[in-house]
């Protein structure tokens, strides 16, 4: 265990992917962590998760992109750019994101949710970490401190909490208030499954599903697909309106992930093409998720010695895959700031301010485009949205996603942190 040289502590709420690779980013820094995961073990409720190249960097820049790799069952990460068709009729090509983008600096990789957790934590000391503990809620100790209240009826103080506990937040009351509703339904469910590619093979499939996304867009639906588990896996997640009223609707009642039979969800989706209903007859046991989003969104991730990450604090709907990746980009500025060596109890909440600076406005951005591009891709067919203007709206919609200079970006923070709150960082 590394030896904490830090003059605060923190604790982690949540032992999610963001949660993790936070622990192990300030551990390395000499920071003394706690993590605290409601659940009795670590897993992660899902199937497979899409990085683009903005969270390839933040993974490398955190230290921890081989080890993800490794488990990713990929040498490298490699160009995973979207093939756009048609979810009806013959299922026509609409738009090749390559078009769009080209070839040059768009790197992504795909990994199954429980392989990430897998791969980090060996790399965190058990001791560290605490399970079946539920946060309730956060108020400032008699000493000054962070005390969290737990389920269980017990507590823990910190000079820090990061609120890593992901759409469902309880330490997100804590920075805006315990009244205050943020989440909105956006009309849609997902139906989510895993079929392997070689079955969908024998069964016919035409489309080239092993090698790289597709995207099938429709009239008030569309399905993603991607390989995964090294192109042997399909993860499968089709999304289905149900409204017209592209407007969010109140938070729906839990539960919001259900377990539904085959029919319902070949029901809804019964005017799709060949390949799309082969796909779709392969989901055995599909469930059903009600897709909800942050919004409006934060203007502030931080209150006090309170911080946010992750889906806590921005949680997007999950059109550009881009919501794991905007948590690295977080859980990289947070590291970087709190593990500088001139970081201590009495600049936090000067520190604090610098993070807040930076991620609400850029982790909003992407969260706003996430609800266009569902948009967009419930809009084709007749009467909406033609290939032509399909090619129109998709092109450039994930390159501001992609080509962030989040190095930069902090280096010039921490430039200013020395100029503006005269912070020690050089001769510590």
């Known amino acids: 265990m590394q030896q904490a040289s830090k003059d605060f502590s923190v604790s982690i709420v949540g032992g999610g992917m963001c949660g993790l690779a936070c622990a192990i980013g300030l551990t390395k820094a000499g920071i003394s962590v706690k993590v605290f995961e409601a659940a009795s073990k670590f897993e992660e409720v899902g199937a497979g998760v899409g990085l683009g190249s903005n969270a390839i960097r933040a993974l490398q820049g955190l230290g921890l992109l081989d080890v993800v790799i490794k488990k990713a069952d990929e040498g490298k990460p490699g160009r995973r750019l979207f093939c756009f068709v048609a979810a009806t009729g013959s299922h026509e090509i609409v738009f090749d994101y390559i078009e769009s983008s080209g070839e040059q600096a768009n790197d992504g990789l795909a990994i199954y949710r429980p392989a990430f957790l897998e791969a980090l934590v060996p790399l965190l000391d058990p001791s ?112 289905n309106r149900t409204t017209d009223d592209e407007a969010l609707s109140p938070e729906r009642p839990y539960p919001w992930v259900e377990s539904v039979n085959e029919k319902e969800l070949l029901d809804a989706f019964q005017e799709c093409g060949s390949d799309a209903t082969t796909i779709l007859q392969h989901i055995k046991q599909p469930s059903r998720w009600s897709i909800h989003t942050l919004y409006p969104p934060l203007s502030s991730f931080v209150k006090g010695k309170v ?25 990289y500025v947070l590291c970087q700031l709190l593990g500088h060596p001139g970081t201590m109890t009495s600049n936090l909440d000067s520190v604090l301010a610098v993070y807040d600076g930076l991620r609400p406005s850029r982790a909003n951005m992407v969260l706003q485009r996430s609800i266009e591009a569902g948009n967009i891709y419930d809009n084709f067919g007749p009467g909406k949205y033609n290939a032509q203007d399909m090619r129109r709206h998709l092109t450039g919609l994930w390159e501001p996603v992609w080509h962030h200079d989040l190095e930069a970006e902090v280096s010039a923070a921490i430039t200013t942190l020395e100029k503006e709150f005269l912070i020690n960082y050089s001769g510590v």
């Open 307 to 331: 911080v946010l990450i992750g889906d806590a604090a921005h949680a997007m709907l999950p059109h550009l895959g881009a919501g794991v990746g905007q948590g690295f980009e977080d859980v």
């Open 128 to 239: 560290i970490i605490h399970f079946n503990k539920r946060a309730t809620s956060i108020e400032k100790a008699p000493s000054g401190r962070q005390l969290l209240r737990f389920a269980d009826n017990t507590t823990y103080e910190a000079d820090l909490v990061i609120g890593a506990d992901g759409i469902k937040s309880v330490t997100r009351s804590a920075v805006i208030g315990a009244d205050a509703t943020r989440l909105g339904f956006s009309n849609t469910h997902a139906y989510r499954g895993l079929v392997p590619i070689n079955a969908l093979k024998t069964a016919g499939v035409k489309a080239d599903v092993s090698s790289r996304p597709h995207c099938w867009v429709g009239i008030g639906q569309h399905i993603i697909t991607f390989p995964i588990r090294g192109d042997t896996i399909l993860n499968v997640v089709a999304f």
